[in-house]
């Protein structure tokens, strides 16, 4: 199994780090072409309007879009959520929007704009240590989707099928229990 991690813009290497410590085979991805030597895909925090200018500047957003609606394992985090949604509530651009959910930009405002928190994951049977940067959360889904986390009251981890994204960020901790779970999708996809 090899993990791709979308590497244009944002915290790839703080992803890098924790596919290392796990032992997994992974790369960075620049270009269409490295999508074809991997198993799924990270697509990192960081700012998802450059991040959306370059996947079309670098001709990757309309094959990763074809793939993940073809089962491709994606793993979305803050940024990489507000890629995946199919519609953005304070935002008239979508990205690849693959994934049935709404999603608001920047939904904490200015004054709670980054905060730490431990919260529930479904499927994950302790509190998951999650950070908040300036982060979206979902505030619709569409059905097939299942809500993963609640923290104070808004949706902030969903799947749908092959598809997973959440609006903390599980790379700027010592918490490699979501990478784990996502790692599970990707092995049941190869089955
Ligand atoms: N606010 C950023 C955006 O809109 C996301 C922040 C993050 O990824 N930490 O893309």
Redesign the pocket.
């Known amino acids: 199994m090899k993990i791709g991690i979308l590497a244009l813009q944002?915290a790839f290497q703080e992803h890098k780090n924790i596919l290392d410590s796990l032992n997994i085979d992974n790369c960075l991805v620049k270009t269409k072409e490295q999508l074809k030597d991997i198993d799924g895909i990270i697509l990192p925090?960081?700012?998802?309007?450059a991040m959306g200018k370059l996947l079309r500047d670098f001709d990757i957003l309309e094959p990763l879009k074809e793939k993940i609606k073809n089962g491709f394992p994606v793993f979305g985090t803050?940024?990489g959520m507000?890629l995946l949604a199919e519609k953005l509530s304070n935002s008239e651009v979508v990205h690849l929007g693959v994934m049935g959910i709404e999603v608001k930009?920047?939904a904490y405002g200015r004054q709670l704009g980054s905060f730490e928190t431990l919260g529930d994951f479904k499927g994950i049977d302790k509190k998951v240590k999650m950070v908040f940067?300036?982060?979206?959360y979902v505030e619709n889904i569409k059905e097939g989707v299942e809500i993963l986390s609640v923290v104070n009251g808004n949706i902030t981890a969903v799947r749908e099928k092959n598809m997973l994204a959440v609006s903390f960020?599980p790379e700027l901790t010592d918490d490699t229990s979501v990478h784990k779970y996502f790692l599970d999708i990707v092995k049941n996809f190869k089955k």
């Open positions: 944002g925090g960081g700012e998802s309007t803050c940024s507000i930009r920047n940067i300036r982060a979206p960020h």
